[in-house]
């Protein structure tokens, strides 16, 4: 064997780690709740004047520069076009720091129009593993706050304000959040929930693009692009060893919205 052959046998590294992305890039996906991607072998063709485009030449937003085309209406495009965007965002290199520290992007889940989402700051440890927002332990107690609502997880959507985790579960800083605005925008235009829930200080003021505390902002209802929106305490933060005394606000809040979405409010 010569040595051209030798180093052929041998397993090249970059196509392991190529291998190890894309594994990561299919499990983000998969979380997402997306289970088929378009197949192309040649780059979609634009089509042409007049011509309904197909799901591989529908653009995902404009130039970077100019407005995002307004979301459909059919339900199915903007479940394909979510799909892409998750796509997307698995592959997205805009934070450099992110990009180190996370295993995977965690784009979101539940149902395009879901009726609230849920919108938290960051993925944390088990989120980056798993690819799904809120599922450590400040997740289980989203989801029995959910359940106390007589909601079930499945039927609501939950998302963050950005898709990578910070390290060591630092917040992201503005200029991260900023870089992952685009993908938040488009995520709720495509979803289009019609109540959209808060949840901590760093999701709050993001979303409305405020500086006012938690304190301040939670208890009643805010307008983000039509939408109305409650902020409330993050689950993380009425966890034993922080301020699980909050539970009570917490729960003050959630009322509030379920009688604004003609939710029957348990208790009353
Ligand atoms: S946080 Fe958002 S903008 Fe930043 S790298 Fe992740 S997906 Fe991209």
Not at 178 to 204: S, T
Request: charged fraction near 25%; aromatic fraction near 6%; glycine fraction near 8%.
């Amino acid at each position: 064997m010569n040595e051209k052959d030798r180093l052929s046998e041998q397993p090249d590294p970059n196509a392991a780690e190529l291998a190890r992305q894309l594994h990561q890039h299919l499990d983000s996906l998969r979380a997402a709740g997306i289970y088929w991607l378009p197949v192309s072998r040649e780059p979609a063709a634009p089509a042409a004047e007049g011509e309904k485009p197909t799901a591989q030449q529908l653009p995902l937003f404009a130039a970077s520069d100019a407005a995002a085309p307004p979301a459909p209406d059919d339900r199915e495009q903007r479940r394909r076009e979510l799909a892409l965007l998750a796509e997307r965002v698995a592959g997205c290199q805009r934070c450099t720091e992110l990009v180190v520290s996370r295993s995977r992007t965690v784009f979101g889940v539940g149902p395009i129009d879901a009726e609230l989402c849920f919108i938290g700051e960051a993925p944390g440890a088990t989120e980056d593993q798993r690819g799904e927002p809120f599922v450590g332990e400040a997740g289980q107690l989203l989801d029995r706050i959910i359940a106390a609502c007589g909601m079930r997880r499945e039927e609501v959507y939950i998302c963050n304000i950005v898709k990578c985790r910070p390290p060591g579960n630092r917040l992201p800083t503005a200029q991260e959040a900023g870089n992952c605005r685009e993908y938040l925008e488009r995520q709720l235009e495509l979803v289009r929930p019609k109540f959209i829930c808060a949840l901590g200080a760093c999701a709050a003021q993001n979303l409305l693009g405020t500086s006012q505390s938690i304190g301040k902002l939670r208890g009643r209802f805010h307008d983000y692009k039509g939408i109305p929106v409650m902020c409330t305490y993050h689950p993380a933060f009425l966890l034993p060893g922080r301020s699980p005394h909050k539970k009570r606000e917490v729960w003050e809040d959630m009322k509030k919205l379920l009688q604004r979405m003609g939710r029957p409010v348990p208790g009353r």
